[in-house]
């Protein structure tokens, strides 16, 4: 199994910044992409970023010039680094990774979620 713990999360003023992190564990997987995914009340849940092992990245259109995210392989960790929030930013924070077996690498990649940080964003 893996588990993504998350951190960073909190209350900030609009035009403020905040750093998320998400660490995967788990032995023997392979992690593949990894990306951050957004839910606000009454509202459908939405990709913010993802980005592969090997660094390629995707933005959604509202956070483009203003997120972004990395990884660092060695630690199977991945950072969302926020600025110029905005209130419409406010939301719980969910991490996703793909990962499996590495002695399986012919098995499809299954998907993991973390527990959510939340994130608001003060007018």
């Known amino acids: 199994q893996v588990q993504l713990v998350e951190s960073g999360g909190g209350l900030v003023q609009a035009g403020g910044s905040l750093r998320l992190s998400c660490a995967a564990s788990?032995?023997?997987?392979?992690?593949?992409?990894m990306g951050w995914y957004r839910q606000a009340p009454g509202k459908q849940r939405e990709l913010v970023a993802a980005i592969t092992s090997g660094g390629s990245t995707t933005y959604a259109d509202s956070v483009k010039g203003r997120f972004t995210i990395s990884r660092d392989n060695a630690k199977n960790t991945v950072y969302l680094q926020m600025n110029s929030l905005k209130p419409e930013d406010t939301a719980v924070y969910l991490c996703?990774?793909?990962?499996?077996?590495?002695?399986?690498?012919?098995?499809?990649?299954?998907?993991?979620w973390g527990q959510g940080t939340q994130v608001t964003v003060s007018s």
């Open positions: 996703n990774a793909n990962a499996r077996s590495w002695s399986r690498p012919w098995d499809p990649w299954n998907d993991y």
């Open positions: 788990g032995s023997s997987f392979s992690i593949g992409t």
